[in-house]
C-alpha cells in the first residue's frame, strides 16, 4: 500500500467542512438583479475616512452579507443599513475593483 492510497483513505473518513457564504461569494461572480449602479464615495465621519457604498436594492440578508465580505477584503470594521455599506477607512478603489468582480455595476464618485 503505497502512501497516496493511504492519505486517501484517510481523508475518505474525515467530514466535509461547507465554505462560509464569504468565501463563495468571493469564489463566484454571479450576476445581481442591481439595476442601478452601486454609488462608492468617500465620506468623513467624526474626521475620519470612511467609504459609502450607497443605492443597494436587495434583501437586508444580501447586504449584510456583501457588507461583511467587503469588510474582510478591507480588512476594516464597519456597518450596514438601509440600503447603505459603511466600510472604515479610504478603500474606494479596492470596493470597486471588487463590486465589478461580483458583477455589480459601479459609479464613482470622488475618485482622483
Request: charged share 40%; aromatic share 4%.
Amino acid at each position: 500500500m503505497d502512501w497516496r492510497d493511504k492519505l486517501n483513505e484517510v481523508k475518505k473518513t474525515v467530514p466535509q467542512v461547507e465554505e462560509s457564504p464569504v468565501q463563495k461569494a468571493a469564489q463566484k461572480p454571479e450576476k445581481k438583479r442591481q439595476s442601478e449602479p452601486l454609488r462608492v464615495e468617500l465620506d468623513k465621519r467624526n474626521g475620519k475616512p470612511a467609504t459609502l457604498v450607497t443605492e443597494f436594492q436587495g434583501k437586508d440578508s444580501e447586504l449584510k452579507e456583501l457588507a461583511k465580505l467587503l469588510k474582510v477584503k478591507c480588512g476594516a470594521g464597519g456597518s450596514s443599513r438601509d440600503g447603505e455599506i459603511l466600510v472604515q477607512g479610504d478603500f474606494r478603489v479596492k470596493i470597486a475593483e471588487i463590486l465589478l468582480e461580483m458583477g455589480f455595476k459601479v459609479k464613482k464618485i470622488n475618485f482622483k
